[in-house]
């Protein structure tokens, strides 16, 4: 069984650019959720996917975006990055709706 | 609004004392509640649920509407359950979007 696997691990960009960030669900998962950790904070909901629908919302502005593919991996974009956008990005993967995620191992962003 | 809220961000025991990691919620409907964990260079990781009503390595919870309380207890710490613990709402009819707690990082001293 196969775990829920993030690329890449590290990155560092400017304020302004693009981001994109991977991830690889379980074995049999079809939902996919990304977190966003700040540091010494708990995880923070952006969005979910299921089926390559997105399946709602956190508190986020609209340069946060996602895509789900057909194999159930998925993509978060942040464009226009901000300084406040530095931070490690958690993705999560379940099968349907459950509150039972599992967790990559994050992607940490750092913005300058 | 819907919270969880971890007053202790650091609670520090001796091995061998009894722990409790405390969490409280705001919630208007039904909640579901969790206990995650992460040890030293490791994931995010469930711990337990309280619809499982199980004990996972020893540690419990219990879910108490009147106090909104989910606190995580355990009766005799040990070293290796060092780590950080978040505790996670599920907001009902909508699976998979949890809000997490701050987080406590317990140490448990030798």
């Known amino acids: 069984e196969t775990g829920v696997t993030q690329s890449p691990t590290h990155l560092i960009k400017t304020r302004g650019q693009q981001v994109t960030l991977r991830c690889s669900s379980q074995?049999?998962?079809?939902?996919v959720s990304w977190y966003q950790q700040a540091l010494g904070q708990g995880p923070q909901f952006i969005f979910q996917?299921?089926?390559?629908?997105?399946?709602g919302r956190g508190n986020f502005p609209p340069r946060f975006s996602g895509l789900q593919f057909p194999n159930y991996s998925s993509e978060l974009n942040v464009n226009a990055l901000e300084l406040d956008d530095s931070a490690l990005y958690l993705c999560?993967?379940?099968?349907?709706?459950?509150?039972?995620?599992?967790f990559g191992e994050g992607s940490r962003l750092t913005v300058l | 609004a819907q919270r969880v809220t971890q007053p202790e961000k650091l609670l520090s025991v001796f091995k061998g004392a009894p722990v409790e990691l405390k969490c409280n919620y705001s919630?208007?409907?039904?909640?579901?509640l969790f206990w995650y964990v992460q040890y030293s260079r490791q994931r995010l990781q469930l711990l337990l649920r309280?619809?499982s009503r199980e004990s996972i390595k020893g540690f419990t919870a219990d879910l108490n509407k009147g106090e909104t309380s989910f606190h995580l207890k355990k009766p005799f710490a040990q070293e290796e359950d060092s780590a950080m613990y978040y505790c996670?709402?599920?907001?009902?009819?909508?699976?998979?979007?949890?809000?997490f707690g701050q987080g406590t990082e317990l140490s448990v001293k030798p």
């Open positions: 999560a993967s379940s099968l349907d709706f459950t509150g039972e995620l599992f």
């Open positions: 074995s049999g998962h079809n939902t």
């Open positions: 996917y299921y089926r390559e629908e997105e399946n």
């Open positions: 919630y208007s409907g039904s909640p579901e």
């Open positions: 309280h619809i």
């Open positions: 996670a709402l599920n907001q009902y009819n909508q699976g998979g979007k949890l809000i």
